[in-house]
């Protein structure tokens, strides 16, 4: 089954606090794990994506985790801000017969609080 | 600028009718991808083409079609088929079929009266 499972489904952060929004993989063909952001009305803009050959990537405040043996990774955004707030989805990439094709988790809707 | 757009962002369409929806992008990207967004479900592939003239269908192609006559354009016929069609349509493009960053349009809001 290719399925990503995404968790929580919204998130509200105290500006300055630290979000952390996690997501698990079944298939071990899966060989590229980006994270999207995406705001209302617009399409998803890669943020920051990630090999299973690295534990961890840091880009600015977004920093991925990840946990080959767990089949789990995560986004952590150090210093929210309310210019965060947004849909955040993970997703997994595959190569098939067709290319690659990405899997997308269900989106965790990110509100940052003054 | 260089991008993906899509046309219209907003559109609306009569039970038994089909619609299409129009992706462009200047990227001179090979590959390209419909996928469809709702609520609480995150997107799902509808279709997707490697190059011209070749397209293969998605996860979810059931009512829809798809035509690659040219580079830059891939646009998405939602058919009166589709049982239920309201939802945001999202186009994407990548450099090609083995390049994973896949860039999104602004998407395009269908909803059926």
């Known amino acids: 089954q290719q399925q990503v499972k995404q968790s929580p489904q919204s998130l509200i952060v105290q500006k300055g606090g630290i979000s952390i929004i996690n997501c698990a993989y079944e298939n071990t063909a899966f060989d590229y794990f980006p994270w999207y952001q995406q705001f209302p009305g617009k399409g998803p803009a890669l943020l920051i994506a990630i090999r299973p050959d690295v534990s961890e990537k840091k880009e600015g405040r977004f920093t991925i985790s990840f946990n080959k043996s767990a089949k789990q990774f995560s986004l952590h955004i150090m210093d929210s801000q309310p210019g965060d707030s947004a849909t955040y989805f993970c997703a997994a990439s595959m190569k098939t017969g067709g290319g690659n094709k990405l899997t997308f988790g269900t989106g965790t809707q990110l509100k940052v609080e003054l | 600028d260089g991008g993906i757009t899509q046309s219209p962002k907003y559109l609306f369409r009569k039970e038994g009718q089909n619609v299409t929806l129009s992706c462009e992008q200047n990227l001179n990207h090979d590959a390209m991808y419909w996928y469809r967004q709702d609520p609480g479900q995150g997107l799902r592939l509808i279709y997707y083409?490697?190059?011209?003239?070749?397209?293969q269908k998605g996860d979810i192609a059931e009512g829809y079609s798809v035509s690659r006559e040219k580079k830059e354009s891939f646009p998405l016929t939602v058919t009166s088929a589709q049982k239920n069609p309201t939802a945001f349509y999202l186009c994407a493009s990548s450099a090609g079929a083995s390049y994973n960053e896949q860039f999104f349009g602004p998407g395009t809001r269908l909803t059926v009266l």
């Open positions: 083409s490697q190059i011209v003239n070749d397209f």
